[in-house]
């Protein structure tokens, strides 16, 4: 049984976990009466933090279409390509943060095309004042723990505008594959037969080290880093296959004293280049006397957005035990949250 001070923060953090197949779900129940004229020439989702995880799902699931280009801007600016011809997603749990609100204003004079996402806020106010097509989405969590609302009326958009076809099969097979991940993951006493929470015990006083086993999966690795930060309020760090060959895996080298402490977890998909394994084989021989730790998580379901979602899914599990078996409270988020207010004061 998870038991002391914060147990009730990490209930309530399984609770909000449990809820991720059913907003995919909902999402898909959703009447969305927004008309997207044709012509796009690019996506661009503009948002911070657990607001723009969804946007990497987006790119990479469509990725694999003959679709546009996608990018996820994390920042006051929009880059300069984007113009008339670009879907601009303005996407803020809040509706208050400040990069992304500068963002959707830089949308509107470069002439893009928005829809904004967000519970409402100062972004959905001014969407409203400007007669931008505005989702709203149901309000009352951490951002991070809305990955479903989040993600899917961005999937929904790009269908409507044509450049994801077929991407509502792929959102139900993914509720059903984290429904299997939620029977097996989610327990108020996990136990040893528990995989999320044996991992979890294998990251305790360890700095994880998450590598995606290809720049496809990054954003899982991207996640699991974000939500060990968040929810266990300790440092993480990720990267990705082929590229960490090029220079991270050289750090590693470096003083024992260091090393000792990295638990290396590799996030592997279905659909990896071949070269990639071979890689990831050799790098493990070679690595064996330095890291002591290595250990896999494999994606569940067909599709690259099933896959994507099951290690993800994964991830918010295995972070949430890593917060109750440090004893800390994974729902406050007071660093980000003190930073904001100060930014909020001048
Ligand atoms: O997890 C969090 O709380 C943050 O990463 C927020 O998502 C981020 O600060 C942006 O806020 P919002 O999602 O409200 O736009």
Redesign the pocket.
């Known amino acids: 049984m998870i038991s002391g001070v914060h147990a009730k923060g990490v209930k309530q953090m399984l609770e909000y976990i449990h809820g991720l197949p059913d907003q995919l779900e909902y999402c898909l129940q959703q009447e969305y009466r927004i008309t997207i004229a044709g012509g796009i020439s690019n996506v661009v989702v503009a948002?911070?933090?657990?607001?723009?995880i969804g946007g990497d799902v987006l790119r990479c699931c469509l990725s694999t279409r003959k679709s546009v280009p996608v990018l996820v801007s994390r920042d006051y600016r929009l880059p300069g390509f984007v113009g008339r011809d670009s879907l601009v997603l303005a996407?803020?749990?809040?509706?208050?943060?400040e990069?992304?609100i500068s963002a959707f204003e830089d949308a509107r004079a470069k002439g893009a095309r928005i829809i904004a996402v967000?519970t409402g806020?100062h972004?959905g106010s001014l969407a409203e004042k400007a007669g931008i097509p505005l989702i709203t989405i149901p309000a009352g969590l951490?951002?991070?723990a809305a990955l479903g609302y989040?993600f899917t009326p961005l999937a929904l958009m790009a269908e409507m505008a044509g450049l994801a076809d077929g991407i509502r099969d792929e959102i139900r097979e993914t509720a059903a594959v984290l429904k299997e991940i939620r029977e097996e993951l989610c327990a108020d006493d996990p136990d040893g037969s528990n995989s999320a929470f044996e991992l979890a015990l294998e990251l305790k006083d360890c700095i994880p080290v998450i590598w995606a086993a290809g720049s496809d999966l990054e954003v899982a690795a991207m996640r699991w880093k974000?939500q060990i930060n968040?929810n266990a309020k300790a440092p993480a760090y990720y990267n990705c296959f082929p590229e960490l060959n090029h220079n991270e895996f050289t750090g590693l080298e470096g003083p024992e004293m260091l090393t000792k402490r990295i638990a290396v977890i590799i996030l592997r998909g279905g659909n990896e280049h071949p070269r990639i394994g071979r890689r990831m084989d050799i790098t493990r021989e070679i690595l064996n006397d330095r890291i002591t730790k290595f250990l896999t998580v494999k994606a569940r379901g067909r599709s690259r957005m099933a896959q994507l979602f099951s290690l993800i899914y994964t991830g918010d599990f295995v972070s949430t035990y890593l917060a109750a078996i440090y004893g800390v409270d994974p729902v406050p988020?007071n660093l980000?949250e003190a930073l904001?207010k100060r930014l909020q004061d001048g």
């Open positions: 948002g911070m933090g657990g607001s723009a996407v803020s749990y809040s509706g208050n943060t990069e992304t967000t806020g972004l951490p951002p991070r989040l974000g968040e988020v980000i904001k």
